[in-house]
């Protein structure tokens, strides 16, 4: 389905969040964002097994900007595995000609699997892969698995106690072995919680908030502590609003 035009204001809201376009950033790791869309009582979905949708078709429209704007998209596989979603990029500048295919522009999916639940086969992902409106994934395991899946690629990585890898390490491999300079982080729950805890690995933040309550039940966004922004902006929509920001770093 098409997606809405975008509105045009949110490229220079967004702008100072964006990751530098060409000029070579320094650091080891990527320049990261962890964006999302979470209601007034801060749920992400109704519950585990429901894809919910809260973003109005602007901001709809901007993750496909933001997706445009990126190298890699990351998701945890609760979300693959409930939300089946394509994650390749429908948005082009209005100057430039529709690409030939949308891989040519879509980001680089990065699944967190560690256990290996997920398969490429059968999914959305695939299908617009295989039309080549996607790219493959790379995914995340801490065991390669015995039977490989085509285009598929593999990060193998160690776990800790609680089966999660290092996020900093997990970063820096990503720049290294595949090239990823910007990786936009889309969730879910566990993966967003944790990672509002290290502000020291998250450049900016891009959180759409829909007009909706989801109720208890739902999948909550809410670190275990306290975590303060700054450089806060604010973009008002017809039914949501955008908070774009920085995170204050713990010394
Ligand atoms: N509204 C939104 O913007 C939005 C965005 C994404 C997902 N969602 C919703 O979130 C829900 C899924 O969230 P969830 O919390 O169940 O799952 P999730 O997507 O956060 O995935 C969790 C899994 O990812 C892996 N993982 C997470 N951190 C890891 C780490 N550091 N190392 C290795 N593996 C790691 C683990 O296997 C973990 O079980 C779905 O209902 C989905 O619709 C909403
Ligand atoms: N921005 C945003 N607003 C929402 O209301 C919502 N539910 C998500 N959820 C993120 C989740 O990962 C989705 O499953 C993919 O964003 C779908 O991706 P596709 O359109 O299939 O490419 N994200």
């Not at 809260?54 to 596989?77: P, Q, V, W």
């Not at 290092?166 to 990503?174: G, T």
Request: hydrophobic letters at 40%.
């Amino acid at each position: 389905m098409p997606i809405q035009p975008l509105k045009q204001e949110l490229v220079s809201f967004l702008d100072p969040y964006m990751p530098e376009s060409d000029g070579e950033q320094k650091q080891e790791k990527p320049y990261v964002i962890l964006t999302y869309a979470q209601s007034l009582d801060a749920r992400i979905a109704k519950s585990k097994g429901i894809r919910t949708v809260i973003s109005h078709g602007e901001t709809n429209t901007m993750t496909h900007y933001l997706r445009y704007k990126f190298d890699a998209i990351m998701l945890g596989c609760g979300t693959v595995l409930v939300d089946d979603p394509g994650l390749n990029c429908k948005w082009w500048p209005d100057d430039e000609d529709k690409p030939e295919h949308l891989a040519e522009i879509s980001p680089r999916p990065v699944i967190l699997d560690p256990n290996g639940k997920w398969k490429f086969e059968g999914t959305k992902m695939k299908a617009v892969f295989d039309a080549g409106d996607g790219k493959a994934p790379i995914v995340v395991v801490k065991k390669r698995p015995e039977v490989e899946e085509p285009n598929v690629d593999y990060l193998v990585m160690e776990t800790n106690f609680t089966g999660k890898v290092d996020w900093n390490d997990l970063f820096v491999q990503l720049k290294s072995q595949f090239g990823l300079k910007s990786i936009m982080v889309e969730g879910g729950g566990i993966v967003i919680n944790d990672l509002l805890q290290r502000p020291h690995l998250i450049d900016a933040l891009v959180i759409t908030i829909g007009a909706t309550f989801l109720g208890s039940e739902g999948v909550e966004v809410s670190p275990l502590i306290e975590i303060n922004l700054k450089d806060v902006s604010w973009w008002r929509g017809t039914q949501d609003s955008v908070l774009c920001s920085r995170l204050v770093r713990h010394s």
